[in-house]
């Protein structure tokens, strides 16, 4: 919202203050403002003239040369305006003049001489109007500056909208002048308004609020007999700056006491309106706007109804079929309230933020319509003396709040706030934002809070804090330490878990952490072929398209594969991030802590690859919990970019904890048919929830163990898996340890068997061994192996 | 007999030194001091030598093997030092320029600043938290005082799902879960993903992170607000920071404050990364609403406390001068890789 120094200057005297500093000042105690524009600095020169003749430039269907009295002399200027004419008055800018920060010069136009020129409006900058130049009151004294007559120079300061949202009382110039007496110290003008008393004994206007719970308050009034069309130039100006075009007399009136007091106001023709009803449509219907646009109205939207007909918006817009046109003479004044939820649904639904409905939605105080219909008189009044009030004033209030009351006391705010205020310094800024304190004993202070903001801005204590620290500024407390209990904590250990993982991840195994996005990405899906079951949808994304989320990391890793892969040949990426599932419709979906792992290389097989990863994977459970994962083969799992054959499920005591596959080779050459991909999605939450196995020291043998190792052949089929099977069942009685030392497979000389190694430990804890008892335990191992179909080889 | 021990003498003296290697050594000492060496074979003809001249030819034999064993000894201490010699002065230079090769990974920069201001939040007595990235709309929006139709709903484009979730657009949506599970005294941080439906360019991300903190205990007022964030500031920044409090509006906050710090690179001169203000705007921060301690279950006649919220993304691309938001989720690891561990 824009603010003009000048409007603020109507209700405080701020004669000797540096508006700079006062600006910052502003920032510092209400809102944050986003720019200062000083109007005016670069306009200079400008008079009043008078055009003395006119004459057609030859040649030309538009020019004209005119002779123009600028009081001091008189010169020539060649003008293209259509309404020149002999006797106006003009706002003239002399040769050396500057405006807007564009220079005037002497010159020559079309062949003439011409030094300056007529401006219009919006060269000026006080309005868009740019039909012909400004034709002055006959009364200006010619030769004056025109910055005499038209209030050019103004400092302009734009404050955060997001900033006011919840204050109300800040959408006009009068509460933000409040604001600046308070900050500054002084003392806010009363509003000057016209005591509509005097009407009284008009006829009462028509109104019937149908929809009770929607409109708070009607306040209405007619006026007749408006003779005037435009708007003086301060009112053109001051709307020009804030934002606003100025239209008409009339539209820019009510435009006017809005940016004034935040209270907006509709002008029907008053010939269009008989009897006013505020209720909400029927059906489904559509509308016409001022705006000139048909809209379609969803039954159980607000209106306004003049008898059975609609004809406006309530708190958005007005129709086109009553609004004010040049004939108007009469209007027919609305200064409503209405509940804020409705006028916003309404406006969002229609994509129609206007500025009445930006103010209606942050909840006005209902005692302003009257106010505001007191306060247009009055400013109407001074635009065109010859306006006659028609009725009296007419007024439904329907919801009046409650007055607020806070108690608290000295203590307690010195506490919250730690200053130590005086009560009288408290009593001073609160009263300063027009608060009503009554001090009790002990310190006790009941505070009124004004009606203005006490629709939902202020209403506890808390609020109160706010406003008395906010006027001693936030720059003058002292920081001062408390006497909390410090206690340092120990992390988490689902938390340390995560860090740790990664920490391996990246300094053992030499892994990038990546972060993906926690959606799925349709155009990849469509370019590497992945394809995703349905999952949790967001309704309102940016691309329609890209609205799925992820129930699985897998695709997500591999998009990141694949923007990688044209800089790097083998690297390796992680992850930790969430997965959802989303099963039963229009239920909460369950999120899931995952970490993910992908390896690709041009170099290692998919075997060598898929070991590797194996490892990353039994390391971090390792290392972290001391367990040591299952691999069971895949059964389940059937997204297609899982490898039918070589994919694995992640057990751990019977729970699922991920999987591991190798990336099935129809997505694989999609990414790049010379790479081997592998990746793994591993949950982190279930692990962390899995308890530490403790390690129980184990006494190392005082005798002496023998180490053997066999060469077991088998069939090439046979895991690894079903040698321990037998070895562990072969009841040993002296085998401490045993470990793989080498797995060599040869297509040409082991034909279709592949030829396992393995390392025997034997030895007691309580004798050394007789090389009987070892040759025994031997010849049982080897007998055990035989049985299953596992030779030792020599 | 005399005679022949001097001739050995002479014998092992020359045979000594024109030794060269470990081996003649060893073959000089198998000669003359081995089981059937010259000497020790002189030593044990001795009874056969004169009873007169026994006892000098004794001596002399003796004199000889000893002189001749230390002799052994040092020759082949020698010859060793002159062998290590040749070894270390023919072996091979070492290029040590060749670089390394590291194969260690990287980071993400934000788990990297996220864990330094863990560290520091822990050093301090906070919990470190972790919450959801789909919400409810009553964790995100009611639960910290923004009811349905409130306006401040616009200061965020949020991600709605079909189902009536979202995707958090605010790490305060933890704040609700988080007061019901520990009470108070409270002190903890909740550092996470947020999302918010908006157009991407260098300073605007649909996914970014943040991490909230909040304190709540009896009597926490402005003022300890203020000494907390500077102390908690100083020791990210690791040096002293200048702050400064402005009223900022967020409804589950009041009153809300934006805090800014002194330009750190100016400092307070007015430069290009301050917008010559002099001062940065880092982090939106509060004392917490009366009506969202209630919805936590805290009596806030009887406790009050503050919540600040720091942009992680954004102190991370502060840290390594990072200018475009986008590169954090970009997964290209030409960026990625450049980060560190620690």
Redesign the interface.
Known sequence: MYISINWIKDFVDLDGIDIKNLIYKFTMSTAEVEGIIEYGKNTYGVVVGKILSVEDVENSKKLHRLVVDIGDKKVNCICGAPNVKVGIKVAFAKAGSMVNGFEIKSTLIAGNPSDGMCLSEKELGISEDHTGIMILDDDTPLGIDIKQIIPIDDVIYEVDNKSLTNRPDLWGHYGIAREIAAITGRKLKPLEVEDLSCYDNLKKLDINIESSENCYRYSALTIDNVTKKVSSYKMKTRLTYCGLRPISLLVDMTNYIMLELGQPMHAFDKNFIKQINVKTLKEDTMFKTLDDTERKLDAGTLMIYNENTPVAIAGVMGGQNTQITDNTTSLFLESANFEPVIVRKTASKLGLRTDASARYEKTLDPELTKIAVERFVKILKEEDSNIEVSSRFSDLYVKKYDTIFIDITRDYINKKIGVDFSLDRIVKILESLEFKVTVKDNEMLTIEVPTFRATKDVSGKADIIEEISRIHGYDNIVPQTNFWKISPVREEEAHSLEYSSKKLLAEKFGLSEIHSYVWYDTKLNNELGIEVEDNLKIVNGLNKLDSTLRAKMGPTMLYAIYKNIKNYDDFGIFEIGRTFEYKVKNENCKEYKVLAIAKTSTKKTDEELLIELKSMLDSIVKINKNIDLEYVENTTLNDNFIHPVNSFVLKYDNVELGYITVVNPKIRDNINPKSSIVLAELRIDLLSNIENKPITYKEISKYQTVDFDFSIIVDENVKYLDIQNVINNSDLKYLQDYKLVDIYENKEKLNDKKNVTIRFTIGSYDKTLTKEEIDEEREKIISNLDKNGMKING | MIDKINDLKAQAKEKLSNATHSMDIENIRVEFLGKKGKIIEILKDLKNVEASKRKEVATLANNLKNQLEEAIENKKEEIKNKEYEKKINSAKKIDLTVPSN???????P??IVQ?EL?EIF???????E?G???E?EYNNFEAVNVP??H??RD?QD????????L?KTQTSAAQNKIMLKYGT?L?AIFPG?C?R???LDASHE??FFQMEGM?I?K??????L??FM?TLLSQIFKKDVEV??????F?FV??G??LDIKCLYCGGEGCKVCKHGGWIELCPCG?I??NVLKMGGIN?EEY?GFAFGLGLSRLAMMKYGINDLRV???????S??QMD?K
């Open positions: 590291l194969n260690i990974g990287s980071l993400h934000i788990t864990k863990e822990e050093s301090m007595g906070f919990t470190v972790d959801n990235e789909v409810t349905k139709h306006p401040a200061m949020t991600f709605w799902l079909e189902n009536g979730q995707l005294p002190k993903r999302f439906n908006e157009e649909n996914t304190m205990d009597d926490v007022s402005i003022a300890n203020i000494y500077k400064r409090l402005r009223p900022g509006y409804p009041e009153p404050f934006e004392m609403h009366p806030p009050s954090l989720n970009s997964c290209d690891l030409r990625l890789k561990i």
